[in-house]
């Protein structure tokens, strides 16, 4: 197979595995729309928020699962001969997740499948980003907030140690359009209108 039907198969396959949205899936198992509840987001937060702990345990773990196995295999078991293609792969999946072409391009907003890539680079991040998921929930109470700081260390981080300027530009722009997803919490938090995690989740009890 030549470089550019590897780089091709990737980025379809990455899409592919992407557009498997796990929120989507198990609200519609279940008789409605995931993105007409809650916070809007097809995503584990919005699960969490919206249905329980299990199915938002589930939706997290399948999500960070299907960035990180395609990714895993191309760097330890496929070797590729096409350079970069395994964060091409992982960054097509983010893309997928965030525009699921059968959900009208309205997914999630990608925090866990970033997390499913980051584990297959580099499991320190992948730590270092739980660190962050803990310290925001116990301070901020904001997890958007670590999806918009982990989406703008991992192409830094990427580039100091692996020093492959096409693989951190491919980070920097997932990164980019992850923050673009982000920009309503963004903007809340600003204004301090945005709403804290585990007060969402109190309000939904009430």
Not at 29 to 49: P, Q, T
Not at 59 to 76: G, Q, R, S, W
């Amino acid at each position: 197979m030549t470089g550019a039907v590897w780089y091709a198969g990737g980025a379809l396959c990455g899409y592919l595995c992407g557009c498997i949205n796990t929120a989507a899936i198990i609200s519609r198992a279940r008789g409605f729309d995931i993105r007409k509840k809650g916070s809007g987001n097809a995503g584990a937060s919005n699960m969490y928020v919206s249905v329980g702990k299990g199915p938002a345990a589930v939706t997290a773990l399948v999500d960070i699962l299907k960035a990180f196995l395609p990714v895993f295999l191309l760097m330890h078991v496929l070797h590729p001969p096409a350079a970069h293609v395994h964060v091409l792969t992982g960054c097509a999946v983010i893309i997928g997740h965030m525009f699921p072409f059968w959900m009208q391009f309205r997914g999630g907003k990608g925090f866990a499948s970033l997390l499913g890539l980051s584990l297959a680079l580099d499991w320190r991040f992948f730590l270092v980003c739980l660190a962050f998921v803990g310290l925001y929930l116990l301070t901020l109470h904001y997890i958007a907030l670590a999806s918009i700081t982990c989406a703008v260390l991992l192409p830094v981080w990427h580039g100091l140690f692996v020093r492959s300027f096409p693989e951190t530009v491919m980070l920097a722009v997932t990164g980019i359009i992850i923050l673009l997803k982000h920009r309503e919490n963004i903007t809340g938090m600003i204004n301090g209108t945005e709403i804290e995690f585990q007060r969402s989740r109190k309000n939904k009890k009430q």
